[in-house]
C-alpha cells in the first residue's frame, strides 16, 4: 500500500510569511508525528497526534508553530511568521498506534527554505 | 534528561573490513533502542531495533547497560551499506542522534 506522503517537496518563502505543510499518513495509522531536521544534525521531535488530538507537542519551539489533525488522518503543520531559522526538512512519521513497540513509518519530507 | 550520542560524524570503511558505528545513549528507566538508516535519496527507514535482537542486511547491535551504548556492527563491510545511521532512543517520540555517514571505499 502506500506510504506516507507529504506535500510539498519542496517549499521557497520569504522571511515573515505563513507557510502550512502537509502530511498523509499510512491509512489506519492512528499516530502522528512530526520532526525537523536542520542541516547536519538528526530529526528533532515536534509534536505527535493520537487521533485528532495533540497528545505531545512540547516540542514545538514557539508559538508560531502550529498543527492541526481535524479529522483524524491528514495534518497540516503551520509556520507564521516565517523566519530563516526555520529553514530545515520537515519530516511526518505514523504508526498504527502510539508506543515504542510500533515502527514510525516516515515520509519522505518537505524542504523549506526561509529567504 | 534524554539524549543520545553519536561521536562520528564520518565513518569511512574499506569494502570487506568490519564496521562498527557508535551510539551512547542518557536515559533513565529502560530504555528501547533503534537504528534508522537513510540511503541517498530515499526516506528515513527503520533499521533494527534492540528488542528484535535480530539481524539485518549483516548488522547487529547488542544493548549495553553498563557501558550505555548501542553500537552499530558489521563484520564485512559492502558499497551499499553508504548511508547516513541514526542511533534513536524512544518512548512515545523519537530521540535522534546526529548521525553517522558510512562512505564504504572500494
Known amino acids: 500500500g502506500a506510504g506516507v506522503s507529504q506535500t510539498p517537496s519542496n517549499k521557497v518563502t520569504e522571511k515573515g510569511k505563513y507557510v502550512e505543510l502537509r502530511c498523509d499518513p499510512i491509512s489506519g495509522h492512528t499516530a502522528l508525528y512530526w520532526y525537523r531536521q536542520s542541516l547536519g544534525q538528526g530529526p528533532e521531535f515536534l509534536i505527535y497526534?493520537?487521533?485528532?488530538?495533540?497528545?505531545?507537542d512540547s516540542g514545538l519551539p514557539n508559538d508560531r508553530f502550529f498543527a492541526v489533525r481535524p479529522e483524524g488522518s491528514v495534518s497540516t503543520l503551520k509556520i507564521q511568521r516565517t523566519e530563516r531559522g526555520d529553514s530545515a526538512v520537515y519530516l511526518c512519521a505514523s504508526s498504527l498506534t502510539p508506543g515504542a513497540y510500533n515502527e514510525q513509518f516516515f515520509g519522505p519530507g518537505t524542504r523549506l527554505t526561509v529567504l | 534528561a534524554q539524549r543520545v550520542t553519536q561521536p562520528e560524524k564520518l565513518l569511512s570503511v574499506f569494502k570487506g573490513a568490519p564496521v562498527e558505528l557508535k551510539c551512547n545513549y542518557s536515559?533513565?528507566?529502560?530504555?528501547?533502542l533503534f537504528w534508522y538508516v537513510q540511503y541517498s535519496r530515499q526516506r528515513l527507514q527503520l533499521l533494527l531495533r534492540?528488542?528484535s535482537r535480530e539481524s539485518i542486511k549483516g548488522f547487529t547491535a547488542d544493548l549495553n547497560k553498563g557501558e550505555t551504548s548501542f553500537h552499530l556492527k558489521k563484520p564485512f563491510a559492502q558499497e551499499e551499506d553508504s548511508a547516513m545511521y541514526y542511533c534513536?532512543?524512544?518512548?512515545?517520540?523519537?530521540?535522534f542522534g546526529k548521525g553517522t555517514r558510512l562512505h564504504i571505499l572500494p
Open positions: 497526534f493520537q487521533g485528532t488530538g495533540a497528545a505531545d
Open positions: 534492540h528488542i
Open positions: 534513536a532512543l524512544r518512548d512515545d517520540k523519537i530521540i
Open positions: 536515559y533513565s528507566g529502560s530504555p528501547e
